[in-house]
């Protein structure tokens, strides 16, 4: 199976900074035939499932604010939120669907 | 309104066996592949097994495999996982939860509230 790690496990950023996480998968997502990675992202708040935020690592979900973008390729992704607010306090994962589907260990974001 | 709706979680004992149930409304089952994904404290998200629109293709994890069975009811609109050998190790919050792309699991777009299964003796 196709590992997942995401870094940090946990972050506290003050209300209008940046976020960044960071996550590696252990071989690459990029399918070559279509030039596609095969990567999301969800958001899950407490009590609630996870929420689709990014697919095919940078593609935004409807509804989805764009102060939250995804980037990267192959192996190495990124999830930016770029102006923090208090409703993006959650857990992040990613998830890759190029082999059988794993996530990520997820990522706690917080208010400093 | 896209809507999942799990059931038939519980406590069993090891070695048991339970049936959970997903009920889908506002949209056709029959157009989506489907899966179930399950959730603990300490493993976080796990999935665990995808069948397609037709019901064609079905995929599990290893961690699961020839223990539990997925399956789908057109008629119903309802989506089903069929566990025996139950371990404690397969105590989770299971969700249903529909895909966006055919063919293979992919990523998903719709979760239910998931259903607790406990296994303890």
């Known amino acids: 199976d196709i590992v997942m790690t995401q870094s940090p496990d946990s972050l506290a950023v003050s209300l209008g900074e940046r976020a960044t996480i960071n996550c590696r998968s252990s071989?690459?997502?990029?399918?070559?035939?279509?030039?596609?990675?095969?990567l999301a992202w969800y958001q899950q708040k407490p009590g609630q499932p996870p929420k689709l935020l990014i697919s095919?690592?940078?593609t935004r979900e409807s509804g989805v604010p764009d102060r939250i973008s995804g980037s990267g390729s192959g192996t190495d992704f990124t999830l930016t939120i770029s102006s923090l607010q208090a409703e993006d306090v959650a857990v992040y994962y990613c998830?890759?669907?190029?082999?059988?589907?794993?996530f990520g260990q997820g990522t706690k974001v917080e208010i400093k | 309104e896209v809507q999942l709706v799990e059931s038939g979680g519980g406590l069993v004992q090891p070695g048991g066996s339970l049936r959970l149930s997903c009920a889908a409304s506002?949209?056709?089952?029959?157009?989506?592949?489907m899966n179930w994904v399950r959730q603990t404290p300490v493993k976080g998200l796990e999935w665990i097994s995808y069948?397609?629109?037709?019901?064609?293709?079905?995929y599990y994890a290893d961690s699961v495999k020839g223990r539990f069975t997925i399956s789908r009811d057109y008629a119903k609109n309802s989506l089903y996982l069929i566990m025996n050998s139950l371990r404690i190790e397969d105590t989770a919050l299971y969700y249903c939860?529909?895909?966006?792309?055919?063919?293979?699991?992919?990523?998903?777009?719709?979760w239910g509230q998931g259903t607790q299964v406990a296994v303890s003796s």
């Open positions: 939860v529909r895909d966006v792309c055919g063919g293979s699991s992919c990523f998903y777009d719709s």
């Open positions: 506002g949209f056709t089952l029959s157009n989506y592949g």
């Open positions: 069948i397609s629109n037709t019901g064609g293709t079905i």
């Open positions: 071989q690459s997502v990029l399918y070559s035939s279509n030039n596609k990675n095969y």
């Open positions: 095919w690592a940078s």
């Open positions: 998830q890759q669907h190029y082999g059988s589907p794993t």
